[in-house]
T-cell receptor
Framework: GQQVMQIPQYQHVQEGEDFTTYCNSS?????IQWYKQRPGGHPVFLIQ?????EVKKQKRLTFQFGEAKKNSSLHITATQTTDVGTYFC?????????FGAGTTVTVRA | DAEITQSPRHKITETGRQVTLACHQT?????MFWYRQDLGHGLRLIHY???????NKGEVSDGYSVSRSNTEDLPLTLESAASSQTSVYFC????????????FGQGTRLTVV
């Protein structure tokens, strides 16, 4: 089964507000990747985190890898309609790439 | 530009028929994957390959097979299609086993009636 749990499964956000989605593992991870899938589209790579406590930013998106390398978060500030979609975390599991169930984000204008 | 393409994009087939979904990449990537996507389950790994003649089962491999006769292609075959295999299928590739990003095809929507 999936090695990582993602919460929440759905996130309904008012435009302009912030939200966070989380990815949790019971085991220590070597690295974690985040992907975004727009409605009707295919997953597209956003970023990879490798180091303990690592924080990376992409404009309004902030990605964080936990100190114990067992969890990660994606925080979006000032949500826009372009943020609509499903965000997946993905981990290397015996060199397979395994995905969480995703957080589907909808935005209220 | 290098790319990964899936065909067909849409397919309707009858229960019991054999179906093959094509995946072709031009990056010369060694690693290729097939996933299925269903509501509430995210992306579940069906089969994967690390190189020519190498194939491995993923978490939901029953009823599916793959072959890797060259670097560019990883066709996915449904031996005897079942309604439970109605899904969206994504092929992906990446350069190596470790810390590299995966590139996805556009997906194939398969309906088994």
């Amino acid at each position: 089964g999936q090695q990582v749990m993602q919460i929440p499964q759905y996130q309904h956000v008012q435009e302009g507000e912030d939200f966070t989605t989380y990815c949790n593992s019971s085991t220590t991870l070597s690295n974690i990747q985040w992907y975004k899938q727009r409605p009707g589209g295919h997953p597209v790579f956003l970023i990879q985190l490798v180091k303990s406590g690592e924080v990376k930013k992409q404009k309004r998106l902030t990605f964080q890898f936990g100190e114990a390398k067992k969890n990660s978060s994606l925080h979006i500030t000032a949500t826009q309609t372009t943020d609509v979609g499903t965000y997946f975390c993905a981990v290397n599991n015996d060199y397979k790439l395994s995905f969480g169930a995703g957080t589907t984000v909808t935005v209220r204008a | 530009d290098a790319e990964i393409t899936q065909s067909p994009r849409h397919k309707i087939t009858e229960t019991g028929r054999q179906v093959t979904l094509a995946c072709h990449q031009t990056w010369n990537h060694n690693n290729m994957f097939w996933y299925r996507q269903d509501l509430g389950h995210g992306l579940r790994l069906i089969h994967y390959s690390y190189g020519v003649q190498d194939t491995n089962k993923g978490e939901v491999s029953d009823g599916y097979s793959v072959s890797r006769s060259n670097t560019e292609d990883l066709p996915l075959t449904l031996e005897s299609a079942a309604s439970s295999q109605t899904s969206v299928y994504f092929c992906a590739s990446r350069r190596d086993r470790g810390n590299t990003e995966a590139f996805f095809g556009q997906g194939t929507r398969l309906t088994v009636v």
